[in-house]
């Protein structure tokens, strides 16, 4: 199986099944002399740590993170970790994998899953928790993205859960610290849809069944002139990492598909010179990305996590001898996986952020 790796200059290979021993990765690429502390990766882990309430799924990993490779410490404070420009090794340990949940799925297709396109690639498929096509594996991306945080100077990059299902937030009641909240479950910066979404996802949860969600990542102080015209834009190359998270079936950049229903003069983001000397931006509609390249204002993008596909309502499918099956997915899953989507996808935008910061550097010389 090729293709497990993304990025140019940060690059990440990620290795490791949902049911194996453990899973990690490996980061290529990043700079020596990058500071921070053990703590700084395993803070991200936890944000995406499964258990953490009955809105996900129950399987109890702690999400330990070794780092093997890459780093020194600092021999005034061993708690500091110094990267040493070699590649960086992660490894998370599987503790609590119960492979006989899948036994009955072992010669069945799921509906929704990616069993049978899996096996039409490969001929054979890791049928305990769907292998390397399991949402697992995006552990190794999140503690790649916590380093890449590191890698360029001033830059925040945040997630909020803005909808599940037809359940959506309000807008004016954005509160970013409440997304940190330990009363607040599902990453939402509005404290007014806790009590809309437990209601709506109690009732999926105890029907069994799923439902999808819509996640907004905003990256801030990002420098102007990050990304390429063609090839290497800047927002294609975040889309890229976030239709590489499992589930998500579409992604849009600022106002996206909203563009498309907006005239030109409505859709244009207007300028004027701020009184600091630099260009003032009156909207930000396409998402602090023109022409592939980065404009300096907040950089947004939107991705929509589909239903997880594991439910027990039983579904019709096929065996691998084309026998017709009702399947009912048995085991620990998210009623609405997008809900632990969110440090994913600020990981994977971090990733690509940092990416194109390096080539940008290593190609104009310029650092902002």
């Not at 330990?64 to 780093?71: C, F, H």
């Not at 630099?278 to 592939?292: E, I, M, Q, T």
């Not at 929509?304 to 499918?317: G, N, Y």
Request: charged share 25%; hydrophobic share 35%.
């Amino acid at each position: 199986m090729s293709h497990n790796t993304f990025g140019h200059l940060f690059r990440v290979t990620t290795w490791g099944e949902s049911h194996g021993p453990a899973l990690g990765c490996v980061v290529d690429g990043c700079p020596p002399g990058i500071r921070f502390k053990l703590s700084d990766i395993q803070d991200d882990l936890d944000r995406r740590r499964p258990g953490q309430s009955r809105f996900v799924t129950q399987r109890r990993e702690p999400d330990q993170v070794r780092i093997l490779s890459g780093v020194v410490s600092d021999p005034d404070d061993e708690e500091i970790l110094i990267t040493t420009g070699t590649p960086v090794s992660m490894m998370i340990e599987n503790v609590d994998q119960r492979s006989k949940d899948y036994g009955e799925i072992a010669r069945q297709y799921r509906p929704g899953h990616a069993d049978y396109a899996y096996d039409m690639k490969y001929g054979i498929r890791e049928y305990r928790g769907g292998g390397r096509s399991s949402a697992r594996e995006t552990a190794a991306r999140v503690a790649a993205g916590a380093l890449a945080r590191k890698v360029v100077p001033g830059v925040v990059v945040r997630g909020a859960l803005v909808s599940i299902g037809v359940k959506d937030i309000d807008r004016a009641n954005w509160d970013w610290d409440y997304i940190g909240d330990e009363n607040n479950p599902f990453f939402t910066p509005d404290p007014k849809s806790v009590p809309v979404f437990e209601e709506y996802l109690d009732g999926l949860r105890k029907a069994g069944s799923s439902i999808g969600a819509v996640i907004e990542i905003v990256a801030e102080n990002v420098p102007a002139g990050l990304g390429a015209p063609l090839y290497a834009k800047l927002d294609q190359e975040i889309a890229s990492n976030l239709m590489s998270i499992n589930a998500v079936k579409g992604v849009e950049i600022g106002d996206g598909f909203a563009t498309a229903r907006m005239t030109g003069e409505e859709n244009a983001d207007e300028m004027r010179m701020g009184n600091d000397g630099k260009p003032l931006f009156l909207s930000n509609h396409a998402g602090g990305v023109l022409g592939g390249i980065s404009t300096g204002q907040p950089v947004i993008a939107r991705f929509a996590v589909k239903p997880t596909s594991s439910i027990l309502t039983p579904r019709q499918s096929i065996d691998v001898d084309g026998n017709p099956v009702d399947v009912r997915t048995k085991g620990r899953h998210d009623p609405c996986v997008g809900i632990r989507a969110v440090p994913i996808g600020e990981a994977m935008v971090s990733c690509a952020i940092a990416d194109h910061y390096l080539r940008h550097r290593g190609q104009t010389g310029r650092i902002g």
